[in-house]
């Protein structure tokens, strides 16, 4: 069973990308997808948009993945692996998490599932580089973000220039050299089958 998170900013598409992963992952049946969604706040929307596209979703409420709630992921983990057997888990966290302490929050459950660790896919945002670095307080988090990335796509790249998109992977690319770049659209299915190609066969 392999743990496979989508991060980033707010409002960097995570959710939309996490339904077209799902729907490739899972192959036509042939392959068990469940997803995480992990949602600030009393009404868990992202959550709302996944069982409306009928897909197997949990929320947890109350907290960030990879702060307060951590043992919550990982019973949640375990149950899914107890109940559903999925071949993947897709975990979205909130817009403010960190992706190294969302892996650790993550290997707390394979203490009783057997897990393996997926790549940590980091979404940023084609249309406002400056806005989410710039900024004191947001460039801190979203460079801490992209520092992490194993994968990081490039989002919304049917909304920006070509010269648009590639200033923004140079910008990000200042804080993670390591990092596959991907140019995604979820609206035009740019960079998916990629990303799927990498889920598949990442061993960390």
Request: charged share 25%; aromatic share 4%.
């Amino acid at each position: 069973m392999k743990i496979t998170q989508v991060a980033g900013f707010l409002g960097c598409g995570k959710t939309t990308l996490m339904l077209k992963l799902s729907v490739a992952l899972a192959d036509g049946g042939r392959t068990r997808v469940a997803l995480i969604v992990n949602e600030i706040g009393e009404i868990p929307v992202d959550g709302k948009i996944i069982q409306e596209s009928g897909m197997r979703m949990k929320d947890i409420g109350g907290g960030c993945i990879c702060c307060e709630i951590a043992s919550t992921f990982a019973k949640t983990v375990y149950n899914l692996y107890k109940e559903f057997h999925p071949d993947h888990i897709l975990v979205e966290p909130t817009g403010v998490a960190v992706p190294h302490q969302v892996k650790l929050a993550a290997r707390m459950s394979g203490r009783d599932a057997k897990i393996s660790i997926g790549p940590a896919i980091v979404l940023f945002d084609a249309t406002r580089p400056a806005e989410l670095l710039d900024m004191d307080m947001l460039g801190q988090l979203v460079t801490s973000q992209v520092k992490d990335a194993d994968v990081l796509a490039v989002s919304k790249v049917d909304a920006v220039t070509e010269a648009e998109a590639r200033e923004a992977a140079e910008r990000a690319r200042q804080y993670n050299e390591k990092a596959e770049v991907i140019y995604l659209s979820t609206f035009k299915n740019q960079g998916i089958d990629r990303l799927v190609e990498i889920i598949q066969v990442w061993k960390e």
